[in-house]
């Protein structure tokens, strides 16, 4: 077999190669990255997210070092999730609304989850591609992850990005989800207003009433409303408030409401904001909003226990051999698969 090296090109500077190979093998410091992020270095605060995002087991500790570090310099922002039907233009109205907020002195992060392959895994990340000017902006960080196989595409890992985010000064945080799956109630459970996009003429509006999204959003916007589409957008409009009528008064005592917007043409976007702040001024002030974070805390310990679970029993590798076998027998009739469940999880009792 060839030596790998002399694939190399020949006009490759080896002291480069080499540089990047110690760069590579470099540990990572937490005080380092944790001074760039409260420092607010935009480079700092992705090596963070990298990290956290990580399923490495030896990143594991050090993920929880730097979480522990941010944890004080936490909790100073408002948080919003997005959400919508894929073409519904997600990243076009996250866009407007960050650049409204930076006009405003705000500094915005989003958080942008991309559909993983189920083939591949992999993924596009192209929301910093369709948010042009918005990326460019001092004020503005955009982070594409990959959804991966967690719930929805959200999870931990964003909910802990979250946290980082805010350590680096960032006021308003938009969280965007996959738009289909369980997604909207992973994001639901970490954001303190949801707004939920919808489109004009799509033939969806009288389904979109039955569904339970209906019951999460703190808004409902229509996207698109412009040219052609102004009558048919403002038809929704009419048409949600008359469904929203019909659901009891939220816990936070506010009434949801229906407005219109393009995010293309840059029209009601500020009247969406006004919203949002109308929404947090109310739930201060009855104090639901500290309630509801006290809340999403306590069913994101909860959920972080579940997965942690999860993850020791699939990953032993007792576990792993002995479910291979159980597999086996199950597709052969010889046990059923509540007796299989039930032998695998008396053997991880027994294991260290």
Not at 317 to 326: T, V
């Amino acid at each position: 077999m060839k030596d790998q090296s002399s694939k190399i090109p020949s006009n490759t500077n080896k002291n480069v190669i080499d540089r990047f190979k110690k760069l590579q093998q470099k540990e990572v410091s937490i005080p380092n990255i944790f001074e760039g992020i409260v420092s607010q270095n935009t480079a700092a605060l992705s090596k963070g997210i990298t990290l956290v995002e990580s399923t490495q087991q030896k990143h594991s500790q050090k993920t929880q070092q730097l979480i522990e570090k941010c944890l004080p310099y936490a909790n100073n922002s408002i948080r919003i999730g997005v959400t919508g039907v894929p073409g519904v233009g997600k990243s076009t109205f996250i866009e407007a609304l960050g650049n409204l907020l930076i006009k405003k002195g705000k500094r915005v992060a989003v958080l942008a989850v991309d559909p993983s392959s189920t083939i591949s895994g992999g993924s596009i990340l192209g929301d910093k591609t369709r948010m042009e000017s918005l990326v460019r902006s001092t004020g503005a960080f955009i982070r594409p992850s990959p959804s991966g196989s967690s719930l929805g595409g959200v999870a931990q890992k964003t909910r802990e990005s979250i946290i980082l985010c805010e350590a680096a000064g960032y006021d308003v945080i938009i969280i965007e989800t996959v738009g289909v799956g369980q997604s909207e109630t992973a994001v639901h459970s970490m954001v303190d207003f949801f707004l939920l996009l919808k489109l004009a003429g799509a033939g969806d509006e009288l389904q979109g009433i039955k569904r339970g999204i209906i019951e999460m959003a703190d808004a409902i916007v229509i996207n698109k409303a412009d040219g052609d589409n102004l009558k048919r957008a403002r038809e929704a409009k009419n048409q949600f408030k008359k469904a929203l009528h019909l659901y009891p008064l939220a816990e936070s005592s506010w009434s949801p409401e229906v407005l219109t917007c393009s995010a293309l043409k840059n029209t009601g976007i500020d009247e969406i904001w006004e919203l949002i702040l109308r929404y947090l001024d109310i739930s201060t002030k009855n104090e639901y909003f500290e309630q509801n974070r006290i809340r999403q805390n306590k069913f994101w310990l909860l959920q972080t226990i579940e997965e942690e679970l999860k993850n020791s029993f699939y990953n032993h590798p007792e576990i792993k051999k002995s479910l291979s076998d159980q597999i086996k027998a199950v597709q052969q009739h010889k046990i059923t698969p509540f007796a299989a469940a039930t032998s695998l999880l008396n053997q991880h009792k027994t294991l260290k």
